[in-house]
């Protein structure tokens, strides 16, 4: 194989036209490496400039059973494939993904770099399939991005500490469990589904929430949660965990089969303006909902409010076939209607302070 070597300057390489080039020498080039069309094949480990950036355009990068490190790694909105057949290292500083709608960006390849960080900032999907080791944050600005059963953001076993950002009208397809540091959604737009596979999620931080977070298994949240928009969670079978506080002027709608467990106060320094919760079983503390909001509770389970309930004009409703516990001197002042299972009371401002009543359904 011949050697491509830089001239009077920085040396870029293109690659551009249906065929396939594959590199196997000793390459010293240090300027940047575009794939527009067809494929670029590794025949040796380190087999490109490792200075430059590599810039995917339509075209594939097929890796093999060799690593390769850049400087940065861009995709564009023709979008393109990454792909290596063990699983093996590109190393970068940013991975910086602009494929457009209808253009997927396919990588089996490992992305790794300390510090790294990964950015979907095109309207298309990108999907994920290898065991990433990159360690700084992820932003997915627009588009898609699908983290299969197999694939990680960073870290190591898909546990990471850094920074999980969803922007408004982007998704992430989450087919795994996933620890993220802290999460940020940015509008009732913002996304994280579950196409396919068993999915859990686990923030070890703080959250802002938005827009709606569907999971197979368990959610946790360990850190302070503020509602940034309406957000609506739906964990399957899986229990529903705030470690910490809840607080903004926003609904939150919570549906799970299993259990709902509010650690801290809700709405104790930023009123919600709605509670909804369709749970197995349900633990809670205080909840303060702005004037005339409504707290709506259907537990098939045991259920137990502890703290007060508080809110001008707020209602209280009682659905499913459990039995709910309200042991808090509650000073909750609209009605209070239970149209299926029990609710107990422990306190005789149980009901709050509401003048217009309970109504019983049978």
Do not use: C, E
């Amino acid at each position: 194989a011949g050697v491509l070597a830089d001239n009077t300057g920085a040396t870029n390489l293109v690659k551009s036209g249906t065929g396939t080039w594959v590199l196997s020498g000793t390459n010293t080039y240090t300027g940047g490496t575009t794939i527009s069309a067809g494929t670029l094949a590794l025949g040796r480990n380190s087999a490109l400039s490792s200075t430059g950036s590599l810039t995917i355009n339509g075209g594939i990068f097929a890796m093999g059973a060799y690593s390769q490190t850049f400087g940065t790694v861009a995709v564009l909105a023709s979008g393109g494939s990454i792909l290596s057949a063990s699983s093996v290292d590109i190393t970068s500083s940013n991975y910086i993904f602009n494929n457009a709608s209808g253009n997927a960006l396919t990588i089996s390849a490992v992305l790794a770099g300390a510090g790294a960080t990964l950015t979907q900032a095109g309207t298309g999907t990108t999907t994920l399939s290898a065991a990433n080791t990159y360690t700084g944050a992820t932003t997915i600005s627009a588009g898609t991005l699908v983290v299969t059963s197999a694939a990680t953001l960073g870290g190591s076993a898909g546990v990471t500490t850094a920074a999980l950002t969803i922007g408004s009208g982007a998704t992430l397809d989450l087919q795994r469990a996933l620890t993220v540091g802290s999460l940020s959604m940015g509008s009732a737009t913002s996304a994280i589904t579950n196409s396919t596979g068993a999915s859990s999620l686990t923030v070890t931080g703080t959250s802002t929430l938005a827009g709606s977070i569907i999971t197979s298994g368990t959610q946790t949240y360990t850190g302070a949660v503020t509602l940034g928009a309406n957000t609506i969670v739906n964990a399957g079978s899986g229990n529903v965990v705030f470690g910490s506080t809840v607080n903004g002027a926003n609904t939150l709608s919570i549906t799970t089969a299993g259990s709902t467990t509010f650690t801290g106060a809700i709405g104790g320094t930023a009123a919600l303006t709605g509670l909804t919760l369709s749970t197995g079983t349900l633990s809670a503390t205080v909840i303060t909902l702005a004037s005339s909001s409504a707290l709506s509770i259907a537990n098939s389970g045991t259920g137990t409010i502890s703290g007060v309930i508080a809110g001008t004009n707020v209602t209280l409703s009682k659905a499913s076939t459990g039995t709910l516990t309200l042991s808090g001197t509650n000073t909750y002042t609209g009605a209070t209607t239970i149209s299926a299972g029990t609710l107990a009371i422990t306190n005789a401002a149980g009901l709050g302070t509401t003048a217009v009543g309970t109504t019983v359904n049978s």
